[in-house]
Nanobody
Framework: QVQLVESGGGSAQAGGSRRLSCAAGAGSTCMAWFRQATGKERGGVAAVGGAGSTRYADSVKGRFTISQDNAKRTLYLQMTNLRPEDTAMYYC??????????????????WGHGTQVTVSS
C-alpha cells in the first residue's frame, strides 16, 4: 500500500500560480494528477512516467508542469496562469508498477485524499 498525501491547495486569483505537492510513502515512477470539479467527473490533468515521459490534458498544456523528485518521493504540479475553470479538488495517483510512456489512461492503484484549488476571477 502506498500512501499519498497532497498539499499546496488554496485560493488564487485568475492569472496566478500555485504549486501542488504529493508526498508518497514509497517510490513510484508512474504517477499523475487528476481533478474533479463540483458536479463534474474526475479527469486527468498531467502524468509522469519512465524515461522522463509526461502527458498533459489539452486544457492545461503550456500552463501546468508536472515533475517528480525521486529522492524526496514527491510529485509536483506547478500551475501558472490559473483560470476559474481550474477550480477543483486535485488528486495525486500512483501505479503499483512503472510505465513507459506516461498516460492519463492507465488504471492507477493508489490515490490521495485531494487538495482543493479555488481560482477566482
Amino acid at each position: 500500500q502506498v500512501q499519498l498525501v497532497e498539499s499546496g491547495g488554496g485560493s488564487a486569483q485568475a492569472g496566478g500560480s500555485r504549486r501542488l505537492s504529493c508526498a508518497a510513502g514509497a517510490g513510484s515512477t508512474c504517477m499523475a494528477w487528476f481533478r474533479q470539479a463540483t458536479g463534474k467527473e474526475r479527469g486527468g490533468v498531467a502524468a509522469v512516467g519512465g524515461a522522463g515521459s509526461t502527458r498533459y490534458a489539452d486544457s492545461v498544456k503550456g500552463r501546468f508542469t508536472i515533475s517528480q523528485d525521486n529522492a524526496k518521493r514527491t510529485l509536483y504540479l506547478q500551475m501558472t496562469n490559473l483560470r476559474p475553470e481550474d477550480t477543483a479538488m486535485y488528486y495525486c495517483a500512483a501505479r503499483r508498477v512503472g510505465c513507459i510512456p506516461a498516460s492519463l489512461h492507465y488504471n492507477y492503484d493508489y490515490w490521495g485524499h485531494g487538495t482543493q484549488v479555488t481560482v477566482s476571477s
